[in-house]
């Protein structure tokens, strides 16, 4: 291989790249609140009773999570505005759109955390005379996160890679920056690795801080 690497010309492109990451880690964060408050109460919405509040829950989840990413995103930018008349900034489109695409996959991890909560604990609330929303948020909610944080990290993770798909509809985070650097200075090798390092920095440390979290709850588990 003839190519020989060189980096020197990023030097004069940092403020453009250090834009797009902000953007990035905006649409990362802002989606992954949305997404871990409502993707609760879409699993309570999945548990009820009733089938005109469980159906409705049940067909967004498999929508979101039957579909891809890309056509969501592109769905929202094109066809909401049309449809609706209704125009927002281009972010905030964006963490619409991931948002409610992590909803759908945390609310079956809360779920599974829901189901895994010991019977006999919520038949300790009712014998306390706790009500519904009493049961739900101060014995259910806590006992669902802690056996769901692993995979509502990892479910973080997800959406921060997922966040580079924003590119394809104009979005300037750092995936849409890169790619017009590689355009302009016809260095993609140099400016696609560098992406990369940026995102595999960015998801390492949370990958093993879910690994560490494991352990312990395995640990626990055996004891």
């Not at 009500?131 to 806590?142: I, K």
């Not at 390092?197 to 055996?222: C, G, H, N, W």
Request: with cysteine; glycine share 6%.
């Amino acid at each position: 291989m003839n190519y020989h690497f060189n980096f020197s010309f990023l030097s004069g492109h940092m403020d453009a790249l250090l834009g797009g990451l902000r953007i990035t880690l905006e649409l990362a964060l802002v989606s992954n609140l949305l997404g871990l408050t409502l993707g609760f109460l879409l699993c309570l919405a999945t548990l009820n009773r009733l089938p005109i509040v469980r159906w409705p829950a049940r067909m967004f989840i498999e929508f979101f999570r039957c579909t891809p990413a890309l056509l969501q995103i592109v769905w929202f930018f094109y066809c909401i505005p049309m449809m609706f008349d209704f125009f927002i900034g281009p972010v905030e489109l964006g963490i619409i759109a991931l948002g409610l695409n992590l909803t759908a996959f945390n609310a079956e991890a809360y779920r599974a955390g829901v189901q895994a909560v010991p019977k006999e604990h919520l038949d300790a609330c009712v014998a306390l005379g706790l009500r519904p929303c009493q049961r739900t948020f101060y014995v259910v909610l806590p006992q669902a996160l802690r056996s769901a944080t692993p995979v509502l990290m990892t479910n973080g993770i997800g959406a921060l890679q997922q966040s580079a798909l924003v590119a394809v509809v104009a979005v300037g985070d750092l995936m849409y920056v890169g790619n017009q650097l590689a355009t302009n200075t016809y260095r993609p090798l140099e400016t696609y690795t560098l992406i990369a390092i940026v995102y595999f920095a960015l998801s390492v440390p949370v990958s093993q801080f879910v690994r560490l979290i494991e352990r312990k709850q395995d640990f626990a588990t055996q004891r």
